[in-house]
């Protein structure tokens, strides 16, 4: 038997998924990424500018976005719904092998998120940016193809499944279990 869910198994998921809350989400698991392939779980983290997350390599990589390879402002933290990666990993341990650094119980798709939104979690504030979080060879290494089809599917791209790119706007400290307010609605 497959370590890894099937495309149908992720599919049959899909409800669950769509049913997090549309505003007073929550900020379930913070991780930081020191260095490539390294994961620190954090139950408190401070936002900043120059660095999105506090401790996290963003800053040092490379970015095909840019012209000199810098990195984009708008791609400085990585959120994902907590229920499609509760689903794909199977277990809570294996949620920092996705890479990102927030993972949310809040509804991601482009009915109710759009870039240029504002997110207040703690008393940080962060906005959604318009270049796409995909899944990658990493993602599909760590969680199998059926994932990525799963999440890059026209219906994963709605919904987000593979997350979203934001970027801080007001700097402050955020905490495990943070409730998570659309900022505006």
Not at 40 to 60: C, I, P, R
Not at 158 to 181: C, P, S
Request: glycine share 8%.
């Amino acid at each position: 038997m497959s370590q890894f869910l099937t495309y149908q198994q992720l599919e049959e998921n899909l409800d669950y998924i769509k049913s997090s809350p549309k505003n007073n989400g929550t900020l379930n698991l913070i991780v930081r990424r020191p260095n490539e392939d390294e994961r620190e779980v954090l139950s408190e983290a401070k936002l900043t500018f120059a660095d999105g997350l506090q401790g996290d390599n963003w800053k040092y990589r490379k970015s095909r976005h840019t012209p000199d390879g810098s990195p984009l402002p708008s791609m400085q933290l990585n959120l994902m719904n907590k229920r499609c990666i509760e689903v794909i990993a199977q277990s809570k341990e294996k949620w920092p092998l996705a890479g990102d650094q927030l993972f949310v119980d809040l509804d991601l798709s482009e009915d109710n998120l759009q870039p240029g939104d504002q997110l207040q979690i703690g008393s940080a504030i962060i906005q959604i940016s318009k270049e796409p979080h995909n899944g990658c060879h990493k993602f599909a290494a760590r969680f199998g193809t059926d994932s990525v089809k799963f999440i890059n599917d026209k219906r994963g791209k709605h919904y987000h499944l593979r997350g979203l790119n934001a970027q801080v706007i007001k700097e402050g400290t955020i905490k495990e279990n943070d409730t998570i307010v659309k900022i505006g609605d």
